[in-house]
T-cell receptor
Framework: AQKITQTQPGMFVQEKEAVTLDCTYD???????LFWYKQPSSGEMIFLIY??????QNATEGRYSLNFQKARKSANLVISASQLGDSAMYFC???????????FGSGTRLSIRP | GAVVSQHPSRVICKSGTSVKIECRSL??????MFWYRQFPKQSLMLMAT?????????EQGVEKDKFLINHASLTLSTLTVTSAHPEDSSFYIC??????????????FGDGTRLSIL
């Protein structure tokens, strides 16, 4: 069985600071993919970043980077230089090779203070 | 980029009504689409996997007779909430992944349907 755990229900960060959103996972698959999505209050799901289990380097996409520690089964999202528009729910997700579906963690609500 | 269109965005109807939600992949083909349900301030819970040309695969605890899924083409899946009741009120969101895409392909999501049953 696969499981995604996000232990931070909510976070407050000052604008322009960096923030790390935690994510740990559990899977018996040897090959899997990890995703982060952003969900603003309007409800749409916005894909941010992907990390493959066999990728040797941490993924980066603009201000987003993924701190992937395979041995610890963690895939934390780092947002550099936070902006007011970053305020949203953030979901960590995983897809194993044995399943085409993606399962989601419980999410972290990020609030950026001006 | 890949776009998934979901319609309608909001539905308000009386108890006992059946409601159909459409999910279309606009610029790619999707053999498989996914339907999620999200309660306020909670995560997305997978309801079912919609397979083109065959029966949907439902997650444990999801009533297949209540939530009818049809995936008649490579670009369209529909979810029908039959005889909806107030407890069915929720945010329903679909997603799709391009057919033949690698494991690093993200699922693209529609904008969701907010269903309110009076």
């Amino acid at each position: 069985a696969q499981k995604i755990t996000q232990t931070q229900p909510g976070m407050f960060v000052q604008e322009k600071e960096a923030v790390t959103l935690d994510c740990t996972y559990d899977t018996s698959d040897q090959s899997y993919g990890l995703f982060w999505y952003k969900q603003p209050s309007s409800g749409e799901m916005i894909f941010l970043i992907y990390q493959g289990s066999y990728d040797e380097q941490n993924a980066t996409e603009g201000r987003y980077s993924l701190n992937f520690q395979k041995a610890r089964k963690s895939a934390n999202l780092v947002i550099s230089a936070s902006q007011l528009g970053d305020s949203a729910m953030y979901f960590c997700a995983m897809r194993g090779v044995s399943a085409s579906k993606i399962i989601f963690g419980s999410g972290t609500r990020l609030s950026i203070r001006p | 980029g890949a776009v998934v269109s979901q319609h309608p965005s909001r539905v308000i109807c009386k108890s006992g009504t059946s409601v159909k939600i459409e999910c279309r992949s606009l610029d790619f083909q999707a053999t498989t689409m996914f339907w999620y349900r999200q309660f306020p301030k909670q995560s997305l819970m997978l309801m079912a996997t919609s397979n083109e040309g065959s029966k949907a695969t439902y997650e444990q605890g999801v009533e297949k007779d209540k939530f009818l899924i049809n995936h008649a083409s490579l670009t369209l899946s529909t979810l029908t909430v039959t005889s909806a009741h107030p407890e069915d009120s929720s945010f329903y969101i679909c997603s799709a992944r391009p057919s033949g895409g690698g494991s690093n392909q993200p699922q693209h999501f529609g904008d969701g349907t907010r269903l309110s049953i009076l």
